[in-house]
């Protein structure tokens, strides 16, 4: 985690600790402190993960308004495999703690704080729902891994033979796993390679990150994404 | 005047929203006569609807405006593409034009629909964001569950997100399907073919006996229906407080409880217990309305 924290952060100053999977902290981002929180180590997302990652945009969100300084923004270090599955989980509503940690993100962009995900690691379906895909921006790393399911296992459920799956990936970005296809559709805002300096990339997202959802539309001008737009605009136009 | 129940689970999209509403008061959107259709399914050959899965459009219900979606289970598990879940987003944009006394929710869906995966869960996101908005603009979000495929994987979050949460015994909300565990860790965690078990886990009496359904109802429409009546009616007239705060740190305390309180549980009977029911085998069996008599009765 070092490694991607010196790239990260300025100087690579920060106070970001590691609990299991679980991170969580402050670092200086664009000169300013930033919050940190995230998993690492392809975390399967259960309800005490949710609580802890809910712990800590409220956290966040209280003190700021308690020392009545300006809301800092949050960045997300996301890696998960998606959410754990087990029996005791679902008994629990594994679903429920998900739905907190989103509403914790919306409180959190309500009070005035910029929520940027950095994705680095893997992405995946439930876990990735959870609070990555619910910040104002998302980057993603050359190595980001993002995905609903892998093609075979897609193959099996949707009994479409795998060699179609893989020759219609290559035209769509529709269903097939891959950070560029999330560009494309308009999920992931930014694609950041290796060569670049991933501190002034952050900052930049920072300054960039709008509260308004406008996924669908930048998913339209991207082209990977035609439709959501047109229609959700129909049914609203009706 | 008595009328025949119909039951909930086995209607169609269409019939549960036709029996819902109040008679001749739902204008669809987008309707399937547009034949908006997914073009991802067209591309791998897979059956389409012209609804692509699910109507939206406004209606009245005990009088009350309300915006209304209705997801259809018999079609892809009532699983979300891109303009299955541009509808549902679209009609959250809505309500903040017409401001309807609740937006409702009638889900039946297994979550993403893998043939358009990335587009399906991206389109999830957006709801959860819409809903949150909505709400925020003093618009409650109902989710109405009854159907075969229940509410699972992304749609099992959207339905907690909704202000209410009104289930029948017969409804299931979760995130992963007793299958999908089944099949990734074995039988020994989860055994889907284990109906009674299943239900103890996901099941409308064990959710609502959590608090993660507001109310539950019997398998018929007309349940539905006055348990839908009853909350407009409670909503009218009364613009929801967005969440503070205080609310979140108050709903972070109870899950934490819950977290610690059922730490090692594995199989609903304990909530049962813990909600002062007495003869745990026999919860299955008993009548909603008892079950809500004593659930509600309980200290």
Request: hydrophobic share 45%.
């Amino acid at each position: 985690m070092s490694t991607l924290f010196d790239r990260l952060f300025d100087s690579g100053h920060h106070a970001v600790t590691i609990d299991g999977e679980f991170l969580s902290g402050t670092a200086t981002v664009a000169g300013g402190e930033a919050v940190v929180i995230g998993t690492h180590n392809k975390a399967a997302i259960n309800c005490g993960l949710a609580l802890k990652l809910a712990d800590a945009i409220l956290a966040a969100v209280r003190e700021d308004r308690t020392l009545l300084r300006p809301p800092r923004t949050i960045v997300f270090l996301v890696d998960t495999q998606g959410q754990e599955l087990s029996r005791h989980e679902e008994l629990l509503g594994l679903n429920g703690y998900f739905a907190h940690v989103a509403r914790c993100c919306d409180l959190a962009r309500s009070h005035g704080h910029r929520l940027v995900t950095v994705i680095h690691g893997e992405a995946v379906s439930g876990g990735f729902l959870a609070f990555g895909l619910m910040a104002d921006r998302v980057c993603a790393l050359p190595d980001a891994q993002v995905r609903v399911m892998d093609l075979r296992a897609m193959s099996k459920v949707t009994k479409i033979p795998y060699d179609k799956l893989v020759v219609l990936a290559e035209e769509s970005p529709v269903f097939a796993p891959g950070a560029e296809n999330y560009w494309r559709m308009g999920a992931i805002h930014e694609l950041w390679s290796i060569e670049d300096d991933w501190g002034i990339c952050l900052a930049s997202a920072v300054t960039r990150a709008g509260s308004e959802d406008e996924r669908a539309l930048l998913g339209l001008e991207r082209g990977g994404r035609m439709l959501a737009a047109p229609i959700a605009a129909l049914v609203a136009a009706a | 005047m008595n009328v025949k129940p119909i039951n909930y689970f086995e209607a169609s999209a269409r019939t549960r929203i036709a029996c819902l509403v109040d008679p001749e008061s739902f204008t669809e959107f987008c309707p399937p006569e547009l034949r908006h259709i997914s073009p991802h399914l067209v591309r791998l050959n897979a059956p389409v609807a012209f609804d692509d899965g699910v109507m939206v459009g406004r209606a009245r219900l005990a009088g009350h405006p309300v915006l209304i979606a209705s997801q259809e289970g018999k079609f892809n598990g009532g699983a979300v593409g891109e303009v299955h879940g541009a509808k549902l987003r679209g009609l959250l944009d809505k309500a903040l034009i017409e401001r309807p006394v609740a937006v409702l929710l009638l889900v039946d869906s297994g979550g993403v629909r893998l043939h358009e995966a990335n587009a399906g869960l991206i389109a999830i996101s957006e709801l959860m964001r819409a809903i949150l908005r909505t709400q925020s603009a003093g618009i409650p979000v109902f989710a109405l569950i009854g159907g075969s495929c229940g509410a699972f994987g992304g749609m099992g979050i959207v339905s907690r997100l909704c202000t209410e949460v009104i289930i029948s015994e017969q409804g299931r909300i979760g995130l992963s399907g007793p299958e999908v565990i089944e099949t990734v860790k074995g039988v020994d965690e989860f055994d889907s073919r284990d109906r009674a078990l299943v239900w103890r886990i996901t099941g409308g009496k064990v959710r609502r006996a959590l608090g993660d359904a507001t109310r539950l109802v019997g398998d018929d429409i007309g349940a539905f229906r006055a348990a839908t009546a009853e909350l407009l009616d409670k909503h009218a007239g009364r613009p929801l407080n967005s969440s503070d705060l205080d609310d979140l740190t108050a709903a972070h305390s109870n899950l934490s409880i819950r977290a610690q309180r059922y730490d090692t549980a594995r199989d609903g009977r304990i909530i049962f217990q813990e909600a002062g029911f007495t003869e745990l085998e026999s919860v299955a069996l008993l009548p909603v309305d008892d079950f809500n008599r004593q659930l509600e009765g309980s200290p």
